[in-house]
Every structure is written in C-alpha cells, then in structure tokens.
C-alpha cells in the first residue's frame, strides 16, 4: 500500500524560506506517468494547486508561486520536496503531498497533510 | 478565485440524492478528465471519482460522475449522514496546471 508523509517544521517566520519534504513508501517515485504533487488548503478555504515534480526531473509550478518556489525530488531517497521562499501570512496552510496519475489527471494517493502556520 | 466553479454549499435530507456541478472552460474540463473529492473535516481530501465517471476500488455506488462539454456533476445518492463533506472536483489546464474547484461543503439534515 503506498504511503505518504509530510515532514518540516510547522511554524516559519514572514520573509523565511518554508521547507517541506515527502517521502513516499510502498512505492517508488520513479515511473513512468505518475506525477508528484505538492497541493495546500489555507485555514477554512479550498485546495490549491503549488507545484509537481516527476522522476524525469521536469517540474511544474503554481504561476502564482513561480518565482518563489523550488520543488525537487531525490528518487535514491524516494523523496520530494518543496521550498518556498519569502513566505507571509498567506502561505499558512495545511500543505498535502500527493500522487497523480498523469494520463487521467487523478491524485489518488494523499499524505495526511501537514499545517504550516507563518508567524512572527 | 478558483479555476472551476463550483456552489459553496448544498444540503438536503438523508436518504435523498444530491447534485453537485462543476463548471470550467475548454482548456480544462473541456478536453481533459475530471475528478472528483470528498475532504471529511480534518482530513486529507479522498479520490471519489476518476477519469469523469469511474469509481476507485471500495467507493460505493452512491456515488457517480458525469461530463458534458465544459462541466461536470457529481451525484450522491442515499445521502447518509456520513457523507456530510467538502466535494472538490478537480481536472488538468492546459497552462500545465492541476486546477480545483472552490469546493462544495454538503449538509445533510
């Protein structure tokens, strides 16, 4: 059964950099047309789409999140990761790790997600 | 603002059938599958249904998915009291984006 969780500190400072690590077990992050994703839920509010890697390398950003956001992976880990930079308060969220079948476009695995919260 | 459009809330009494719809444009619902989620308070969202109409192995035929040109709906029938969630339809844009509804929150009374 595969798994996933979300792992990084749970409070970051306005202008810090939020870091946040995958891993994946009972599965491999390195096949063919399965895609990674990092996906966040402000307090109260919907889902948001920040940004996907996939095994080959390629990663796709959130433009809204483009010029602040790394997403990376280590399949020798079997781990991604996310970095967003100059955060504020409207970066608290609760941040999900997920798999996405590409060709369908359905996540169907989900971590249990992970609050971050941005505060001084 | 979300990508796709969805009510912010729906309710109706258990035992009865409820739709819920999701509405987007042509360069996502329009030529890509829609999924659908169920996020029950505190926990992570649950694929309902993939690739607009399928049911993942243990989800019960309460639930259904369907698609015509840019929109898509859910339906939920024999409502049970359990099935008090968020529904999120989601689907692919072609700016190479995953794009989400705003999310339906459904009362059942």
């Known amino acids: 059964q595969l798994q996933l969780q979300e792992s990084g500190p749970g409070l970051v400072k306005p202008s810090e950099t939020l870091s946040l690590t995958c891993t994946v077990s009972?599965?491999?992050?390195?096949?063919?047309?399965?895609?990674w994703d990092w996906i966040r839920q402000p307090p109260g509010k919907g889902l948001e789409w920040v940004g996907t890697?996939?095994?080959?390398?390629?990663?796709y950003y959130n433009p809204s999140l483009k010029s602040r956001l790394t997403i990376s992976g280590d399949t020798s880990k079997n781990q991604f990761s996310l970095k967003l930079s100059s955060v504020t308060a409207a970066d608290t969220a609760a941040y999900f790790c997920?798999?996405?079948?590409?060709?369908?476009?359905?996540?169907?695995?989900w971590g249990q997600g992970t609050l971050v919260t941005v505060s001084s | 603002q979300s990508v796709l459009t969805q009510p912010p809330s729906m309710s109706a009494a258990p035992g009865q059938k409820v739709t819920i719809s999701c509405s987007g444009s042509?360069?996502?619902?329009?030529?890509?599958?829609v999924s659908w989620y169920q996020q029950l308070p505190g926990t992570a969202p649950k694929l309902l249904i993939y690739?607009?109409?399928k049911r993942p192995s243990g989800i019960p035929d309460r639930f259904s998915g369907s698609k015509s040109g840019t929109s898509a709906t859910l339906g939920i029938t024999g409502l049970q009291t359990g099935d008090e969630a968020a529904y999120y339809c989601?689907?692919?844009?072609?700016?190479?984006?995953?794009?989400f509804g705003g999310g339906t929150k459904l009362t059942v009374l």
């Open positions: 989601g689907t692919w844009d072609s700016s190479l984006s995953v794009v």
């Open positions: 890697f996939y095994y080959s390398g390629n990663t």
């Open positions: 690739e607009n109409n």
């Open positions: 997920a798999r996405r079948y590409g060709s369908g476009s359905y996540s169907d695995y």
């Open positions: 042509s360069s996502n619902i329009g030529k890509n599958y």
């Open positions: 009972g599965g491999s992050i390195s096949g063919d047309n399965y895609f």
